[in-house]
């Protein structure tokens, strides 16, 4: 496993007797390349996070805009106030007696 940066920055800083190990370039860079590809890999996810979000926000949206359009649809096919139903009498149904006139209607 390679070494940490801060373990090969207390190398560098307190080298000892033999001085900076041979090595410590080779290492600096493998641990930086480490540092790099850890780096871009949660880049890449949070990429990934945000892309899908995204996608299910223009989803919602999409939805959003279809249940308005059946919304307006709706709003637009019922009954104007003033204007009778297509199967109502324009009257109001006064022609057939009235609220009493269900009363005296015998349903058996």
């Known amino acids: 496993m390679p070494k940490s940066f801060e373990e090969l920055m207390q190398e ?3 080298p000892g007797e033999n001085g900076i190990p041979e090595t ?8 930086y ?3 790099l590809s850890i780096r871009d890999a949660a880049i890449a996810e949070r990429e ?6 995204v996608n299910a926000q223009a989803e919602r949206d999409a939805e959003i805009n279809r249940l308005k359009a059946v919304n307006y649809d ?11 139903a297509p199967n109502e009498q ?5 022609a057939q ?8 209607r015998k349903t058996l």
Do not use: C, M, R, Y
């Open 74 to 84: 709706l709003i637009q096919s019922a009954p104007k106030a003033g204007n009778p």
């Open 97 to 104: 007696g009235g609220i009493e006139s269900l009363f005296d």
């Open 48 to 53: 990934q996070q945000l892309a899908d979000a």
């Open 90 to 94: 324009p009257d109001g149904g006064a």
């Open 24 to 31: 410590f370039v080779t290492e600096l860079q493998e641990t």
């Open 12 to 14: 560098f800083q307190n």
């Open 33 to 35: 390349q480490n540092d």
